[in-house]
């Protein structure tokens, strides 16, 4: 099958050469000309035959809503644009009715793999129409993991990036969990031997998961994680998920005490906890601690 690929970062480039692997002809663009096959949208839309089918890897936002609208310009009716990146499921709604006004068919893709799908395939979640789908299914086949599993056709428009969000949202609660289990057994004298204590967890364990290995890789990297400032972004969709969760009354009290993890990691000197410490200094007069000052010079 030939497809137009637009987006060659990490996993968009490993994407290609993945389909280019199980014999696909992949026409890929990106702003970086030293990754892209073509100069344009248009030189890479021109390049395929009918009907054609384009996937969008670029960042979820404006971009990818600017980039769909352009290809949405180039495309004619029977023609496909697959939406892989993180984008929220709301806005595959409006793309699919947009596209459909001039008979272009949309598919929303929840992608999961990393940098590791390349070689490991990548966990697909698509949303859109049976007939639709059908179109990119053998690349579909091609980018998951072998034999069956790895692919889902979760529902209509929207519900391929609806999975992919709440996915991200588990994921979150995941790696706290794991990440405060680290710092616990670091905190103490009791274990001597942390990174091997977790990296026993892999086998056996109820707890061994993918995430876990990689805990393991990063701890083997650098055993104290030194190299590493406590500081985490988050990508969007675990404030998608909470929001879902309050829209829906669904009680996600990990998912979202993960985000809020996150939030406080960017904070060097947490006001919230700068109140917490004045309140407990000043009803039981608990010790606070103060905040060195430097002599500040005297103007002669």
Same mark, same amino acid.
């Given at each position: 099958?030939?497809?137009?690929?637009?987006?060659?970062?990490?996993?968009?480039?490993?994407?290609?050469?993945?389909?280019?692997?199980?014999?696909?002809?992949?026409?890929?663009?990106?702003?970086?000309?030293?990754?892209?096959?073509?100069?344009?949208?248009?030189?890479?839309?021109?390049?395929?035959?009918?009907?054609?089918?384009?996937?969008?890897?670029?960042?979820?936002?404006?971009?990818?809503?600017?980039?769909?609208?352009?290809?949405?310009?180039?495309?004619?009716?029977?023609?496909?644009?697959?939406?892989?990146?993180?984008?929220?499921?709301?806005?595959?709604?409006?793309?699919?009715?947009?596209?459909?006004?001039?008979?272009?068919?949309?598919?929303?893709?929840?992608?999961?793999?990393?940098?590791?799908? @390349?070689?490991?395939?990548?966990? /697909?979640?698509?949303?859109? #129409? +049976? $007939?639709?789908?059908?179109?990119?299914?053998? %690349?579909? *086949?091609?980018?998951?993991?072998?034999?069956?599993?790895?692919?889902?056709?979760?529902?209509?428009?929207?519900?391929?990036?609806?999975?992919?969000?709440?996915?991200?949202?588990?994921?979150?609660?995941?790696?706290?969990?794991?990440?405060?289990?680290?710092?616990?057994?670091?905190?103490?004298?009791?274990?001597?031997?942390?990174?091997?204590?977790?990296?026993?967890?892999?086998?056996?364990?109820?707890?061994?998961?993918? @995430?876990?290995?990689?805990?393991? /890789?990063?701890?083997?990297? #650098? +055993? $104290?994680?030194?190299?590493?400032?406590?500081? %985490?972004? *988050?990508?969007?969709?675990?404030?998608?998920?909470?929001?879902?969760?309050?829209?829906?009354?669904?009680?996600?009290?990990?998912?979202?005490?993960?985000?809020?993890?996150?939030?406080?990691?960017?904070?060097?000197?947490?006001?919230?906890?700068?109140?917490?410490?004045?309140?407990?200094?000043?009803?039981?007069?608990?010790?606070?601690?103060?905040?060195?000052?430097?002599?500040?010079?005297?103007?002669?």
């Amino acid at each position: 099958m030939e497809i137009g690929l637009v987006g060659l970062g990490r996993m968009g480039g490993n994407m290609r050469e993945r389909l280019r692997r199980s014999g696909h002809t992949v026409i890929g663009y990106d702003p970086n000309p030293e990754v892209a096959d073509v100069s344009s949208l248009e030189e890479m839309v021109g390049g395929l035959p009918s009907p054609k089918v384009v996937w969008v890897m670029v960042p979820a936002g404006e971009i990818t809503r600017t980039t769909i609208r352009s290809l949405g310009e180039l495309l004619d009716e029977g023609d496909v644009i697959i939406d892989g990146g993180n984008s929220r499921w709301t806005d595959d709604k409006v793309h699919a009715a947009e596209l459909g006004e001039r008979g272009i068919g949309f598919v929303d893709a929840g992608v999961s793999g990393g940098v590791w799908g @390349l070689d490991n395939g990548y966990a /697909l979640m698509v949303g859109g #129409d +049976p $007939e639709t789908v059908a179109k990119a299914q053998t %690349v579909f *086949d091609a980018l998951r993991p072998e034999g069956e599993a790895g692919f889902v056709h979760a529902g209509p428009v929207g519900a391929g990036h609806f999975a992919k969000m709440v996915h991200n949202g588990i994921e979150y609660g995941l790696m706290q969990a794991y990440a405060e289990g680290y710092e616990l057994l670091a905190a103490t004298h009791v274990v001597e031997d942390v990174p091997g204590v977790i990296k026993s967890w892999t086998h056996g364990t109820v707890i061994r998961s993918w @995430l876990l290995d990689l805990l393991v /890789l990063a701890l083997e990297a #650098d +055993p $104290e994680l030194d190299q590493i400032r406590g500081y %985490v972004d *988050d990508s969007g969709e675990g404030r998608w998920t909470i929001e879902e969760a309050i829209n829906n009354a669904v009680p996600a009290p990990v998912m979202t005490a993960a985000l809020f993890a996150r939030f406080a990691s960017r904070q060097d000197d947490s006001p919230t906890m700068k109140a917490v410490a004045a309140l407990r200094s000043q009803f039981g007069g608990h010790a606070v601690t103060k905040v060195a000052r430097q002599e500040v010079e005297k103007p002669a």
